[in-house]
């Protein structure tokens, strides 16, 4: 069984960085992407920032783009989010997801850290 493991959040002032970070855990495992995703107090998880893990592409969604940076060592299933600029609308709950082979989607879920971003 593969487990997904986040931690990295907090609470911080705009302007402030948080970096976060996933590393799963157990049987290995091959992957199409590994993703982070947020979700806000009633509103719809929303993906963040993605990473291919055949070529490293990367995807950011328009509201992080510039500010956000998706990224993983090597030969270790690790993914990163480095959040710089932080602004209050980043305020949310973050999951690290995995997208394996074979899969149709995300199938694999972290349990979440919380980013709170007030001054």
């Known amino acids: 069984q593969v487990q997904l493991t986040e931690s990295g959040g907090g609470s911080v002032q705009p302007g402030a960085s948080l970096r976060l970070s996933c590393e799963a855990f157990?049987?290995?495992?091959?992957?199409?992407?590994m993703g982070w995703f947020r979700q806000a107090p009633g509103k719809d998880r929303e993906l963040v920032a993605s990473l291919r893990w055949a070529n490293g592409d990367t995807y950011y969604a328009d509201s992080v783009k510039g500010r956000f940076t998706i990224s993983r060592p090597r030969a270790k299933t690790t993914v990163y989010l480095q959040m710089d600029s932080l602004k209050p609308e980043d305020t949310a709950t973050y999951y690290c997801?995995?997208?394996?082979?074979?899969?149709?989607?995300?199938?694999?879920w972290g349990q979440g850290t919380q980013v709170t971003v007030s001054s």
């Open positions: 157990g049987r290995p495992v091959s992957l199409v992407a």
């Open positions: 997801a995995a997208h394996r082979i074979g899969a149709n989607a995300y199938d694999k």
